[in-house]
Protein backbone atom coordinates (compact mmCIF):
# COMPACT_ATOMS: atom_id res chain seq x y z
CA UNK A 1 0.00 0.00 0.00
CA UNK A 2 1.25 2.92 -0.96
CA UNK A 3 0.43 6.46 0.64
CA UNK A 4 0.50 9.66 -1.24
CA UNK A 5 1.12 11.83 1.99
CA UNK A 6 4.74 11.94 3.03
CA UNK A 7 3.77 12.82 6.77
CA UNK A 8 1.13 9.96 6.81
CA UNK A 9 3.90 7.54 5.72
CA UNK A 10 6.43 8.65 7.94
CA UNK A 11 3.86 8.67 11.44
CA UNK A 12 3.20 5.26 10.17
CA UNK A 13 6.43 3.35 9.60
CA UNK A 14 7.96 5.15 13.01
CA UNK A 15 4.50 3.76 14.63
CA UNK A 16 5.43 0.51 13.41
CA UNK A 17 9.34 0.51 14.43
CA UNK A 18 7.97 1.67 17.65
CA UNK A 19 6.03 -1.35 17.73
CA UNK A 20 8.80 -3.67 16.92
CA UNK A 21 11.23 -1.72 19.52
CA UNK A 22 8.71 -2.41 22.04
CA UNK A 23 7.57 -6.10 21.38
CA UNK A 24 11.38 -7.19 21.17
CA UNK A 25 12.02 -5.16 24.13
CA UNK A 26 8.85 -7.15 26.06
CA UNK A 27 9.89 -10.37 24.68
CA UNK A 28 13.50 -10.18 26.74
CA UNK A 29 12.29 -8.12 29.31
CA UNK A 30 15.19 -5.57 28.83
CA UNK A 31 14.86 -1.96 28.50
CA UNK A 32 18.58 -2.11 27.26
CA UNK A 33 18.66 -5.25 24.05
CA UNK A 34 21.49 -3.35 22.21
CA UNK A 35 24.06 -0.30 21.52
CA UNK A 36 20.94 1.20 20.23
CA UNK A 37 18.96 1.71 22.90
CA UNK A 38 21.58 3.14 25.68
CA UNK A 39 24.96 2.68 24.83
CA UNK A 40 26.59 4.16 28.21
CA UNK A 41 24.16 2.06 30.01
CA UNK A 42 24.77 -1.06 27.55
CA UNK A 43 28.47 -0.62 29.16
CA UNK A 44 28.19 0.09 32.53
CA UNK A 45 25.52 -3.24 32.58
CA UNK A 46 28.10 -5.30 30.56
CA UNK A 47 30.62 -4.37 33.60
CA UNK A 48 28.43 -5.08 36.26
CA UNK A 49 28.03 -8.04 34.51
CA UNK A 50 31.61 -9.27 34.49
CA UNK A 51 32.15 -8.31 37.62
CA UNK A 52 28.96 -10.62 38.66
CA UNK A 53 30.10 -13.37 37.06
CA UNK A 54 33.74 -13.22 38.67
CA UNK A 55 32.40 -12.40 42.14
CA UNK A 56 30.10 -15.81 41.78
CA UNK A 57 33.45 -17.79 40.42
CA UNK A 58 35.32 -16.70 43.67
CA UNK A 59 32.64 -17.18 46.17
CA UNK A 60 32.29 -20.91 44.62
CA UNK A 61 35.90 -20.91 45.07
CA UNK A 62 35.95 -19.36 48.82
CA UNK A 63 33.45 -22.20 49.54
CA UNK A 64 35.49 -24.64 48.30
CA UNK A 65 38.36 -23.40 50.61
CA UNK A 66 35.77 -23.83 53.45
CA UNK A 67 35.29 -27.15 52.50
CA UNK A 68 38.63 -27.95 52.63
CA UNK A 69 39.31 -26.33 56.18
CA UNK A 70 36.38 -28.57 57.44
CA UNK A 71 38.32 -31.68 55.97
CA UNK A 72 41.83 -30.50 57.16
CA UNK A 73 40.09 -30.12 60.82
CA UNK A 74 38.35 -33.03 60.85
CA UNK A 75 41.50 -34.65 60.44
CA UNK A 76 43.28 -32.73 63.25
CA UNK A 77 40.11 -33.56 65.57
CA UNK A 78 40.56 -37.33 64.58
CA UNK A 79 44.36 -37.27 65.46
CA UNK A 80 43.48 -35.07 68.97
CA UNK A 81 40.77 -38.18 69.89
CA UNK A 82 43.39 -40.61 69.55
CA UNK A 83 45.74 -38.74 71.65
CA UNK A 84 43.61 -37.93 74.12
CA UNK A 85 42.87 -42.06 74.66
CA UNK A 86 46.75 -41.96 74.62
CA UNK A 87 46.99 -39.43 76.91
CA UNK A 88 44.27 -41.60 79.15
CA UNK A 89 46.07 -44.71 78.84
CA UNK A 90 49.29 -43.10 80.21
CA UNK A 91 47.99 -41.67 83.35
CA UNK A 92 46.53 -45.47 83.59
CA UNK A 93 50.04 -47.15 83.26
CA UNK A 94 51.31 -44.98 86.00
CA UNK A 95 49.25 -46.91 88.52
CA UNK A 96 51.49 -48.75 90.49
CA UNK A 97 49.75 -51.91 90.79
CA UNK A 98 50.10 -52.60 87.42
CA UNK A 99 52.67 -55.88 86.31
CA UNK A 100 54.27 -56.63 83.18
CA UNK A 101 51.25 -58.29 81.65
CA UNK A 102 48.41 -55.16 82.29
CA UNK A 103 51.18 -52.82 81.05
CA UNK A 104 51.40 -55.09 77.66
CA UNK A 105 47.63 -54.67 77.51
CA UNK A 106 48.16 -50.80 77.98
CA UNK A 107 51.01 -50.95 75.06
CA UNK A 108 49.15 -53.02 72.84
CA UNK A 109 46.23 -50.59 73.07
CA UNK A 110 48.09 -47.37 72.52
CA UNK A 111 49.95 -48.82 69.20
CA UNK A 112 46.54 -49.52 68.08
CA UNK A 113 45.88 -45.62 68.74
CA UNK A 114 49.51 -44.32 66.99
CA UNK A 115 48.29 -46.66 64.41
CA UNK A 116 45.05 -44.66 63.79
CA UNK A 117 46.97 -41.50 63.89
CA UNK A 118 49.53 -43.06 61.17
CA UNK A 119 46.68 -43.67 59.05
CA UNK A 120 44.88 -40.35 59.49
CA UNK A 121 47.71 -38.70 58.11
CA UNK A 122 48.64 -41.02 55.35
CA UNK A 123 44.44 -40.73 54.26
CA UNK A 124 43.66 -37.10 55.24
CA UNK A 125 42.69 -35.58 51.55
CA UNK A 126 40.45 -33.57 49.67
CA UNK A 127 40.31 -33.97 46.13
CA UNK A 128 43.55 -35.92 45.51
CA UNK A 129 45.23 -33.27 47.27
CA UNK A 130 47.05 -34.95 50.97
CA UNK A 131 46.78 -32.35 53.76
CA UNK A 132 49.09 -33.42 56.01
CA UNK A 133 52.38 -34.67 53.78
CA UNK A 134 53.70 -30.99 53.46
CA UNK A 135 53.74 -27.52 55.11
CA UNK A 136 51.88 -25.59 52.56
CA UNK A 137 49.81 -22.78 51.80
CA UNK A 138 46.72 -23.43 49.21
CA UNK A 139 45.39 -20.19 47.66
CA UNK A 140 41.72 -19.85 46.86
CA UNK A 141 41.10 -16.52 44.43
CA UNK A 142 38.38 -14.31 44.89
CA UNK A 143 38.70 -12.10 42.16
CA UNK A 144 40.31 -9.44 43.84
CA UNK A 145 42.87 -11.07 45.47
CA UNK A 146 42.65 -15.00 47.18
CA UNK A 147 42.32 -16.49 50.61
CA UNK A 148 45.07 -18.88 51.65
CA UNK A 149 44.83 -21.94 53.94
CA UNK A 150 47.83 -22.99 55.65
CA UNK A 151 48.38 -26.98 56.14
CA UNK A 152 50.90 -28.35 58.20
CA UNK A 153 53.33 -31.66 58.06
CA UNK A 154 51.53 -33.19 60.83
CA UNK A 155 53.95 -36.17 60.61
CA UNK A 156 56.88 -34.33 61.61
CA UNK A 157 55.30 -31.87 64.25
CA UNK A 158 54.57 -35.04 65.82
CA UNK A 159 57.72 -36.42 65.41
CA UNK A 160 59.42 -33.43 67.05
CA UNK A 161 57.35 -34.03 70.33
CA UNK A 162 58.60 -37.61 69.69
CA UNK A 163 55.23 -38.39 70.24
CA UNK A 164 55.09 -41.71 68.38
CA UNK A 165 57.88 -42.95 71.00
CA UNK A 166 55.40 -43.84 73.66
CA UNK A 167 56.54 -46.86 76.26
CA UNK A 168 54.09 -47.87 78.89
CA UNK A 169 57.00 -50.66 80.11
CA UNK A 170 57.14 -49.43 83.56
CA UNK A 171 55.73 -46.37 85.60
CA UNK A 172 59.05 -43.95 84.74
CA UNK A 173 58.22 -44.47 80.85
CA UNK A 174 54.75 -43.81 80.89
CA UNK A 175 54.92 -40.55 82.94
CA UNK A 176 57.66 -39.66 80.35
CA UNK A 177 55.20 -40.49 77.63
CA UNK A 178 52.65 -38.98 79.14
CA UNK A 179 54.82 -35.35 78.60
CA UNK A 180 55.19 -36.01 75.21
CA UNK A 181 52.01 -36.92 74.62
CA UNK A 182 50.32 -33.80 76.06
CA UNK A 183 53.00 -31.45 74.04
CA UNK A 184 51.40 -33.06 70.89
CA UNK A 185 47.89 -32.36 72.24
CA UNK A 186 48.95 -29.12 72.28
CA UNK A 187 50.37 -28.98 68.80
CA UNK A 188 47.47 -30.01 67.28
CA UNK A 189 45.43 -28.23 69.30
CA UNK A 190 47.54 -25.02 68.17
CA UNK A 191 47.04 -26.39 64.43
CA UNK A 192 43.29 -26.92 65.07
CA UNK A 193 42.97 -23.22 66.26
CA UNK A 194 44.66 -21.73 63.77
CA UNK A 195 42.46 -23.72 60.59
CA UNK A 196 39.49 -22.87 62.66
CA UNK A 197 40.06 -19.01 62.38
CA UNK A 198 41.29 -19.50 58.71
CA UNK A 199 37.74 -21.29 57.32
CA UNK A 200 36.23 -18.24 59.61
CA UNK A 201 38.11 -15.86 57.47
CA UNK A 202 37.04 -17.77 54.19
CA UNK A 203 33.18 -17.94 55.25
CA UNK A 204 33.51 -14.03 56.12
CA UNK A 205 34.82 -13.63 52.47
CA UNK A 206 31.90 -15.49 51.00
CA UNK A 207 30.20 -13.57 52.48
CA UNK A 208 31.58 -10.49 51.71
CA UNK A 209 31.58 -11.71 47.85
CA UNK A 210 27.57 -12.55 47.87
CA UNK A 211 26.52 -9.31 49.32
CA UNK A 212 28.35 -7.52 46.33
CA UNK A 213 26.97 -9.42 43.79
CA UNK A 214 23.71 -8.97 45.34
CA UNK A 215 24.29 -5.24 45.28
CA UNK A 216 25.72 -5.17 41.65
CA UNK A 217 22.79 -7.34 40.51
CA UNK A 218 20.45 -4.73 41.99
CA UNK A 219 22.38 -2.04 40.10
CA UNK A 220 22.16 -3.87 36.85
CA UNK A 221 19.00 -4.15 37.04
CA UNK A 222 17.56 -1.03 37.32
CA UNK A 223 19.56 0.21 34.28
CA UNK A 224 18.62 -2.30 32.06
CA UNK A 225 15.43 -4.50 32.88
CA UNK A 226 12.16 -3.23 31.67
CA UNK A 227 9.48 -0.94 33.26
CA UNK A 228 6.52 -3.44 32.03
CA UNK A 229 3.85 -1.00 33.00
CA UNK A 230 5.47 2.06 31.28
CA UNK A 231 6.30 -0.69 28.20
CA UNK A 232 3.04 -2.04 27.61
CA UNK A 233 0.99 1.62 28.08
CA UNK A 234 3.38 2.76 25.28
CA UNK A 235 3.19 -0.79 23.13
CA UNK A 236 -0.54 0.09 23.43
CA UNK A 237 -0.13 3.73 22.26
CA UNK A 238 1.99 2.83 19.17
CA UNK A 239 -0.70 0.12 18.56
CA UNK A 240 -3.34 2.89 18.54
CA UNK A 241 -1.19 5.02 16.24
CA UNK A 242 -0.55 2.36 13.26
CA UNK A 243 -4.15 1.45 13.47
CA UNK A 244 -5.18 5.49 12.91
CA UNK A 245 -2.75 5.36 10.63
CA UNK A 246 -3.51 2.96 8.36
CA UNK A 247 -7.10 3.66 8.48
CA UNK A 248 -6.46 6.86 7.35
CA UNK A 249 -3.94 6.32 5.15
CA UNK A 250 -7.18 3.17 3.46
CA UNK A 251 -9.33 6.38 3.71
CA UNK A 252 -7.33 8.59 1.66
CA UNK A 253 -6.94 5.82 -0.61
CA UNK A 254 -10.81 4.93 -1.22
CA UNK A 255 -11.27 8.40 -1.72
CA UNK A 256 -8.48 8.93 -4.80
CA UNK A 257 -10.79 5.75 -6.14
CA UNK A 258 -13.99 7.58 -5.82
CA UNK A 259 -12.76 10.70 -7.69
CA UNK A 260 -11.01 8.82 -10.46
CA UNK A 261 -14.12 6.83 -10.86
CA UNK A 262 -16.47 10.18 -10.88
CA UNK A 263 -14.00 11.66 -13.47
CA UNK A 264 -14.09 8.25 -15.75
Known sequence: MKLNNPTGLNNLNQAQLQQESLLKKLATARRINSAADDAA???IANQLSSSINGNAQGERNVYDGISLARVYEQGLQGIND????LNRLAVAAGNGIYGAEERQAL???ADSYLANIQQTIDNTEFAGKKLFGADASVAFGTGNGAVNLTTTDVQTALQNQDAFNIDFS???SAEQSLG???DAIDV???LQAQAGAEANRFASAGNNLNSQQIAESAARSRIEDLDFAKATSEKTAADILSQSSTSVAMQARMQQQQALTLLS
Do not use: D, K, P
Not at 82 to 85: I, K, Q, S
Open 41 to 43: GLQ
Open 107 to 109: QTE
Open 170 to 172: SAA
Open 82 to 85: NLGE
Open 188 to 190: IGG
Open 180 to 182: RIT
